[in-house]
């Protein structure tokens, strides 16, 4: 009897503490998790599971790994929110998988993104030919994200959070030199400073950092 009322402690007491870590732990949609934070949870959840299924052992020593693996989830992001190299390190990036109504099968290749997946994504999002496609992204978290010919089309950005996109540059013709030159026109010495950077309609588009 005296296990039994452990066990039923143990599983409130950790529900909350769970409950308590994930919220800590930021917003964000269950799709749209990343590989680091999935692992987080595994683990937390094992950690609690081990906890409630041995009433013998210490609570602390389930209490404590709990602890230790928010600090460090707390630590990455926010190093990840400093610094997109560490970001798209841990993340990742998207892919693009199409371009003009071509499917980029080389990319697809290297994600081991097949042809039945990309097919159901597009019919998923009421795409019945992929010649209608301008481009499609797969996204860190596996979700697929279309944007069609006859509809608003995609924006690279230039520069985010300071960093400047040399990839987008080359696939809107541009160079690194070209976009400092075009900064220094609006008084921007350094791109450091420029949060978001994208170029629509013949010209940039900044918003500069804001400082928190």
């Known amino acids: 009897m005296n296990e039994i009322l452990i066990i ?26 990343s590989i680091f934070d999935l692992v987080v949870f595994l683990l937390i959840a094992e950690v609690g599971a081990i906890a409630i299924d041995d009433p013998r052992s210490e609570f602390m020593h389930a209490l404590l790994p709990m602890l230790t693996l928010l600090i460090i989830q707390l630590i990455a992001s926010y190093t990840s929110l400093k610094s997109k190299k ?3 390190m841990m993340e ?20 081991r993104y097949n042809m039945d997946d990309l097919l159901q ?3 998923e999002q009421q795409i019945g030919s992929i010649r209608s496609v301008s481009y499609a992204f797969l996204e860190p978290s596996g979700n697929l994200s279309v ?10 950005p230039l520069i985010t959070d300071g960093d400047i996109q040399l990839e987008h540059l080359t696939r809107i013709g541009k160079s690194k030199e070209w976009l400092l030159e075009e900064l220094e026109k609006k008084m921007i010495l350094d791109p450091t400073k420029v949060f978001y950077c994208s170029y629509e309609d013949d010209e940039l588009y900044i918003q500069l950092k804001t400082s928190f």
């Open 8 to 33: 039923i402690f143990r599983t409130i007491a950790l529900y909350w503490i769970i409950l308590a870590i994930l919220r800590m732990m930021g917003k964000r949609e269950v799709g749209e998790l």
């Open 86 to 88: 560490f970001r798209d």
């Open 92 to 111: 990742g990036h998207p892919s693009i998988i199409m371009k003009d109504g071509i499917i980029v099968e080389k990319e697809m290749r290297k994600q």
């Open 121 to 123: 994504q597009l019919r």
């Open 147 to 156: 944007f069609k010919k006859n509809e608003e089309q995609f924006i690279f």
